[in-house]
């Protein structure tokens, strides 16, 4: 029993004792072992040592008794097939991992070059750490960073502490991230800006693939810009087929002529689908500017697909003085039309116009003509609390400049107007019934009121106990989201 624990014993020390000779004396001019130092040899001139696979020359070398190494002055380490180091100084410690590098050093693998004041150097995988800067070139690219690691067997790179890598295409600036050269992948872990040829984003994290599209995702305060437009959100993530983005959704076209505000946004690449969605806070909405003219239009889910325009529950649109609301909203933007539906109601000036369904012509986001089909009614103000009701099947309304103008009111007309003298007098309340009614606007007021086709009516004060509620204009929707939105515009 004895035996086998001094056995055991003796496989140990012997162990010991031949890691702590892992540096070999392969050449030197001299060797020495200085009285004053008795536990290291002296190598001078021509020294040559090897350790693993690796061969270190210099000009001079202490070898220490515990396995370490100083090697001072032109030192040179090469591994196979295509490592080399340069340095003034390195120091080996067999019992550590990492060997320790100073003075100019150099560090060059198949096409990169790290170039760094010092660096810790693995040997058996071939990794490099370094915390006072340093700068690596490889195909195209120069990269610098405070401090990092480069592993060489994975062609990988961490790096930290302004990070600046640049190409002829591309500059990329970040606080953290690791780039697997290999792959092309980049996970970025602080503030992140990359500028490229086709798209520039910036980011607070993210894992992406830069092929000849991103593919991946980005987090916390994310810009896109791909030259036509910019994406902005709380994430988004890149895919093959869509491209989806969540949180503080803005989409703006690059020439400022028109802006998405969202909770969701998601893009199908096959179909050119675009779907922006709100929340119960804050519906979607968007900006459209033509010419000096601005259209809103604000509903629960905005969808895009080629020139039509879609919009799904608690539809506002709204031009100037030019407001309407309904359930669901089609605009065709090659047609210049907008249709709407679920009860729509529009409001010009003092004006409100409704019925089941509405299609606005527009030019250049500006109204030029207006169709209310079944049940159409037209309500414009008489005086401060009543307003005139016309009433038939189906209505006309014409601008100009924008402006209503005409409309005509066609198939079982009913009209009630009133005249409402000033200071004090009996209200006459003025009732006919025709097949068409033809009013006039001027400078946003009500002048004029045609019946045509067998018109008929009477003329009496208002009788006693008469519902009023159906002559009176309720006001237009007084803001959209566009007034509340926590989105603001783009920055500069």
């Given amino acids: 029993m004895m035996l086998r624990r001094l ?33 290291a040899q002296r190598l001078i001139g021509h020294v040559k040592l090897g350790h693993e696979d690796a061969v270190l020359t210099c000009d001079s070398a202490w070898r220490f008794d515990d396995g370490s190494v100083e090697v001072f002055s032109n030192v040179v380490m090469q591994q196979p097939p295509t490592t080399t180091m340069n340095a003034n100084y390195l120091r080996i410690d067999p019992n550590e991992d990492w060997a320790l590098a100073s003075g100019d050093v150099k560090l060059l693998h198949e096409s990169a070059k790290l170039s760094a004041p010092s660096l810790m150097y693995l040997m058996k995988s071939r990794a490099a750490r370094y915390s006072e800067g340093a700068n690596i070139v490889d195909e195209g690219w120069t990269v610098n960073s405070r401090q990092g690691q480069y592993r060489t067997a994975s062609e990988t790179l961490e790096l930290g502490g302004h990070v600046l890598a640049v190409n002829e295409e591309d500059t990329l600036r970040s606080d953290s991230l690791h780039w697997m050269r290999a792959e092309s992948r980049y996970r970025f872990f602080g503030l992140t800006d990359w500028v490229g040829s086709d798209v520039r984003f910036s980011c607070l994290s993210g894992d992406i693939v830069m092929d000849e599209e991103p593919l991946g995702w980005l987090a916390g305060q994310v810009k896109v810009d791909d030259g036509e437009g910019t994406v902005q959100g709380d994430s988004l993530a890149w895919g093959a087929s869509s491209s989806e983005v969540w949180g503080h959704v803005v989409l703006a076209q690059s020439d400022g002529t028109g802006t998405v505000y969202g909770r969701y946004a998601l893009r199908q690449k096959e179909d050119s689908l675009e779907l922006v969605i709100g929340n119960v806070q804050q519906r979607a909405w968007l900006q459209q500017i033509d010419e000096g003219d601005t259209l809103r239009l604000a509903a629960d889910t905005l969808q895009r697909k080629g020139e039509v325009l879609t919009a799904f529950h608690q539809v506002t649109l709204a031009q100037d003085e030019l407001v309407g609301v309904g359930d669901s909203l089609v605009w065709r933007n090659n047609q210049g039309t907008i249709q709407m539906w679920g009860e729509p109601r529009l409001w010009s000036s003092e004006d409100k116009l409704s019925g089941d369904t509405l ?20 309500l414009s103000s008489a005086n401060d609390t009543l307003a005139h009701r016309i009433q038939g099947r189906e209505l006309d309304a014409f601008f100009e400049e924008g402006e209503l103008r005409f409309v005509d009111v066609v198939g079982n007309g009913e009209v009630v107007t009133f005249d409402a003298p000033e200071g004090e007098g009996n209200v006459r309340m003025n009732t006919a019934v025709c097949a068409k009614v033809t009013l006039e606007v001027a400078e946003r007021k009500l002048t004029g009121i045609a019946l045509k086709q067998s018109p008929r009516g009477k003329i009496q004060p208002v009788p006693t106990g008469t519902d009023l509620a159906p002559f009176r204009v309720e006001k237009a929707p007084g803001s959209g989201p566009w007034e509340t939105s926590e989105q603001g515009p783009l920055p500069e």
Avoid: N, Y
Avoid at 364 to 377: F, I, N, T, W, Y
């Fill in 359 to 378: 299609t606005l012509w527009l030019t250049d986001q500006s109204p030029d003509k207006l169709e209310m089909r079944g049940h159409a009614v037209v």
């Fill in 7 to 39: 056995l055991t014993c003796l496989g140990l020390f012997v162990g010991m004792l031949t890691q702590a000779q892992t540096v070999e004396i392969l050449a030197a001019d001299q060797i020495l072992r200085d009285p004053a130092v008795t536990e």
